[in-house]
């Protein structure tokens, strides 16, 4: 997130003496630490710096740190989460049926209501066996006279 904000002279002299720190310990060699001296001098952005100190134990001069993450909230402290329940069917139509036996006219007008459900039922039924039974006839006579002769069909 910082890696690009341009860096000072300061910053670039501490990071100078960290890595002749490390070459005092013996975790740089010379070759090493003039290479990453003149990397250090022409450095230019955060993200520089940590490129040259990324494998060393101590972490360079980092900058404005990015925010880090919280603690996680407990599930006793985390809002809780609702969810949307759709109507139940079961009991709607348990209360129908029962509205249909007790009612002295609702019991013809629920029976005329299956009986016009079951009718058009019946009727998509029959024109889907139609329409399925053309579709499969145009199909086989297709396949047997093929598609090129128009006459035949």
């Given at each position: ?5 341009r ?16 070459f ?36 360079g ?22 969810y949307?329940?759709r ?26 209501f299956i ?5 058009a ?22 396949a ?10």
């Open positions: 997130m910082y890696d690009n904000m860096i000072s002279d300061a910053e670039r002299e501490q990071v100078t003496a960290r890595l002749r720190e490390h005092a310990e013996g975790r740089l060699t010379s070759e090493e630490l003039d290479e990453r001296l003149t990397a250090t001098l022409s450095a230019k952005t955060y993200g520089d710096l940590r490129g040259i100190m990324a494998d060393l134990p101590e972490p001069p980092l900058g404005p740190q990015p925010p880090q993450p919280g603690p996680v909230p407990s599930a006793w402290t985390a809002r809780p989460v609702y949307r329940r109507p139940r069917f079961l009991p709607v139509a348990l209360l129908i049926l029962f509205a249909a036996l007790v009612l002295p006219g609702a019991g013809w007008a629920f029976f005329a009986k016009i459900a079951l009718l039922w019946l009727v998509l039924a029959i024109a889907g066996f139609v329409t399925a039974s053309r579709i499969r006839r145009r199909a086989r006579h297709t047997h006279y093929g598609y090129g002769e128009p006459w035949r069909r």
